[in-house]
């Protein structure tokens, strides 16, 4: 029984230490693999289709809030603060602007993730938002 020891001792090691050379290369061919920074308007593949959407910009307030935000917003659905109704605002304004984005954007109670808007980006809900704020 004795004898066995160093062996399994010796096996755990040689096993940890092939694991350990396994885990390496997979972490180095992980790190070598091209990773595109990508100035727009330079030519780099997919980073490019993508600034390419990104020229379009954001929608207008107007039209994210009439889409994605006025079924619930405009009459007050399950609670949400009315569109022009200050009372109502006032106190989510004194969260601080950011925070009432993040809220928007990432859902608060009633208040679904971006609204009815899915494909909406963080800086079209602050418009959004921006937009509601704009109107007490
Ligand atoms: C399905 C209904 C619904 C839709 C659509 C909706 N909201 Fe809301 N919203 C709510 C409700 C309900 C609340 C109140 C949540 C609560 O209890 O604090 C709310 C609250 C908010 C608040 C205040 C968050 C806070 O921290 O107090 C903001 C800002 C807001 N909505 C922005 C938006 C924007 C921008 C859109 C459109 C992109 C949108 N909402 C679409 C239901 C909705």
Known sequence: ????????????????????????????SRLSSPIAICIEGESCGQATAMAVVAVGGPRSAESIYASGCAACH??????????????????????????????????INGMPAKGLCADCTKEEIGIAVQYMLDTI
């Open 74 to 107: 405009d009459a007050g659905v399950a609670g949400a603060p009315m569109m022009g109704n200050k009372s109502q605002w006032e106190t989510r304004q004194s969260k601080g602007y950011e925070m009432l984005v993040n809220n928007a954007y990432n859902g």
């Open 1 to 28: 029984m004795k004898k066995l020891i160093p062996i399994f001792v010796v096996s755990i090691a040689v096993i940890l230490f092939f694991n350990g050379k396994k885990y390496d290369e997979l972490v180095s």
